[in-house]
Every structure is written in structure tokens, then in C-alpha cells.
């Protein structure tokens, strides 16, 4: 009995080791996934951040309208019968076996190929309308794309526009917390409203790993802050003279980007212009995108910006067209 015992004791014994060693595992598997996880919020803050500094860095590939206009237009589909046909020679080529004859299911059998004739030309004609349909959306892309471009080679300005809604090349920077409005009054400049959101989007926290793996959180200084958001403004405004660029053959563009500020005057928070900038296609493609400060670069265009570390954007005057000297 007391040998019995002591081996019931000892089985008990090695489940709680085995017990203790689990849970130990646990633990450290517990340990191990939250600092995995710590890891990727990090990644993820450290990514955003770019994202923001680097908006100018990317832009869509350059459209030549007159090339364009030289693309052929789309064939209209065939339709293909291969299904029906193959199903006729499978039909003509039966021949019904004594055995069907004795059995009396000759006729059964030859009603059956004809209904397989008849679904083959149903699969036949849902394959045509399919690529009908393919068709008539390809052809419609093509003439309406081949109109926006015989008119924006003329100068018509409500091609422009309409070229700018259809292609939509400013959806990355609404994607990250901006809309973009624009406005064409003559064939050489394009003048756009950025409205930023920067309060809403730029982070107001770093966060970072400790030395123990775990994640940390500290507020942002107020000067990294404030540089985070400019560089933010002056690379979106870049990438929208990028795309705009690509997408039209104007010389110039000028963005004005918008915020919300306090107005001393009325004690409320207004919608005011913190950069305004003209720039010139000349100008801008001698610009290194991948090596230039997105804040510093505009230096190179006449702009109005009022900027402080420590305090921010100030309101600025928005820059109108003037003519031929503003864009030369």
C-alpha cells in the first residue's frame, strides 16, 4: 500500500513539474507575442511617419494625351461557338448500340446530346454577351478617354477638369487625411485647394521599445511635431504639382494648402491658407525627389509660407494668378 502511495505521490509530482513546465512556456509564448507585437506597432508608427515625409517621392506614370489618341480601337468581339460544336460532332458521331436499340433508349439517348447541344449554345452565348459586355466597356473607356484628350490637346479647360475627376490622381493624399479641390481658368495653370487635416492624422505620440521588449508611449515634442506636420504639407503639395504634371500639360501650378486656425478676431476656429505656393513645371523637374527636405525644397518656388517650430503655421496670403510672370 505504502509503495502503491509513494508512486501516486510521485505520478502527482511529475504533472505538477509537467504542469509548472507548461505554464512556464506559456508564459514566455505570452511574453515572446507581446513583444512580437510590440515590435510591429513600432514598425507601424515608424511607417506612418514616412509615409508622411515622403507623399512626393511617388506619382503616377506621365500620360501623353497624343499618344493617346493613336491607340486603335477595340475589335468588337467574335462570337466563339466551339462549345455548340463540339457538342454537334459528339451528336453526329453516335451511333446508337444494339443494346440501346433492344432496350428501347435510342430516343432517350439522342434527346439527351440534343439537350447537351442546346446547353452548349446557352454556354456559348453567356461566354459572347460576357465578352460583350468587356467590350462595350473598353470601347466606351476609349472614346470618351480619346474625346478628354482631342479637347485637353486643344486647351479646353472643362476637359481638364473632367480628365481630373476621371483619373482621380490625388487619392493617396485623401487617403491620408486631405481633400483636394481644383480649379481651371486657363489652359497653362491649375489652382488647387489642399485641406489638410494634419491635427486629425499626424501622431501626437512616439512610441518605441524599452530594452525589455515591452512598448512605451511618450508624448511628442512640440518642435517634432510641428516639423512633422510642415514636412506633411510641403510633400503633399509637391505630390499634387507631381501628378498634376503627369496627368495635364499646364506650365504651372498653384496649391494653396488650408487649415484650421484660430482667428484673433472673431475667437473661432476658420478654415485659413498656411502655405501657398506657385510652381513651374520647369522648375520642379530639376527638383531630386528621393534626396530633397520636402519643407526646405520650397525655396525654390515663389510661396507664402509663416512657420515656427514652436508654435506652427501661421495664416498667410493665398497666391492668385497674375499672368504670365507668375508661371514663366
Known sequence: MRSIAAAGRAAERDAKRRQRELVGRQKEMAKLQEMERAILEVELYENRIEVFQTVHQDCSPELSWQQLLSIH???KPGRDETQE?????IATAHKPSVLDKMLRRTERKKDEL???IELARKQDDEK???ATRAYEAEHNDWREMREIG???LEGNTEAFIKALTKVDPFSEISAIGSSVNFRVNNPSLVEVELEVHGEEVIPKEKKYL????????KDMPKSEYHGLYQDYVCSATLRIARELFALLPVKAVIVTAMAKLL???TGHMESQPILSVAIPRQTLETLQFESIDPSDSMSNFVHNMKFKKTQGFEAVEKIHSTGVDLIG
Open 114 to 116: 440534343n439537350r447537351r
Open 210 to 217: 524599452l530594452k525589455s521588449g515591452k512598448l512605451s508611449f
Open 150 to 152: 482631342g479637347r485637353i
Open 128 to 130: 459572347f454577351a460576357e
Open 85 to 89: 460544336r463540339s457538342a454537334k460532332a
Open 73 to 75: 480601337e477595340p475589335a
Open 263 to 265: 482667428n484673433s478676431k
